[in-house]
């Protein structure tokens, strides 16, 4: 596909990248990073996630603003902005393929385990959140993609709604700042792909509008239940994305 060719589709599908970010509460781009490949290159959607995505974590800001827990942007943020340059930097000479397997994977696993065994809970401590914010972002930086993981690490310490959007959207900002001024270095940001920021400005704008109106109906239980089967649909999708064309290419030799 080419976005350019599908432009309302691909509009259309970032928006609701969007809206399920913001009530996933760890950000469209685990949702838009498989979304965007199917229309442009692997290198193209991370420069155009990073630059999307502070556009969506600043709407978030403005729409979430009372939420923030200092310690844990400290403790998860800083070790996230860090790993992400290191990640960002190590995209440019790793294959990608397996690294998105197993991460999908993974996703997979601590979500169904999360659903099912529902008294087992990551322990809200320092080295969990150090732990969990370094991974987090070092997978965002060689995939485009880490708020999953973030999302759980943020669960564990039981946090309000909003201050668990909130306190997501200021880590994610300082990550994706971070990242976007690398994969700039790397030449993913395509002059050629820059027509698609305005439109995705304005779907992070409506996209978080509508998803806070769909989370002000929701219990908190509901909500980190909802956090939980989102990261579980996106590592089927992630999955799927994966596997399904090297079957393709299998089948059809």
């Known amino acids: 596909m080419n ?16 809206i399920l970010g913001t009530i996933g509460g760890f950000g469209s781009s685990l949702f838009f990073v498989p979304i ?12 155009i996630t990073a630059m999307f995505h502070v556009m969506s974590n600043i709407t978030k800001l403005f729409f979430f603003r009372k939420g923030f827990d200092k310690k844990l942007i400290i403790s998860i943020g800083i070790p996230a ?39 087992i809970v ?27 993981i973030r999302g759980i ?23 994706d700042s971070s990242r976007g001024v690398v994969y700039y270095l790397n030449g993913y940001v395509h002059k050629d792909d820059l027509y698609l920021l305005p439109m995705l400005l304005m779907a992070s704008i409506l996209g978080t509008y509508i998803g806070k109106k769909i989370l002000e109906r929701m219990s908190e239980k509901q909500f980190k239940q909802t956090v939980l089967v989102l990261v579980l649909i996106t590592g089927i999708i992630s999955l799927g994305k994966v596997i ?10």
Request: glycine share 12%.
């Open 36 to 47: 965007a490949s199917y229309f442009i290159d692997l290198h193209s959607v991370l420069g």
């Open 153 to 175: 690490t943020l669960a564990a310490f039981n946090l309000t709604r909003d201050s668990f959007i909130a306190t997501s959207a200021l880590i994610d900002l300082g990550i």
């Open 81 to 119: 902005v860090i790993f992400v340059v290191l990640g960002a930097y190590l995209g440019k000479y790793i294959q990608t393929g397996i690294l998105e397997i197993l991460l999908a994977i993974f996703l997979i696993g601590v979500s169904l385990t999360f659903l099912i065994f529902k008294e």
């Open 122 to 148: 990551l322990k809200p401590t320092l080295f969990n959140a150090i732990g969990g914010g370094a991974l987090s972002g070092f997978i965002a930086g060689l995939i485009g993609t880490g708020g999953a």
């Open 3 to 18: 976005a350019l060719e599908h432009l309302p589709l691909f509009i259309f599908l970032s928006l609701l990248a969007e």
């Open 244 to 253: 399904f064309p090297s079957i393709k290419a299998y089948l059809d030799n």
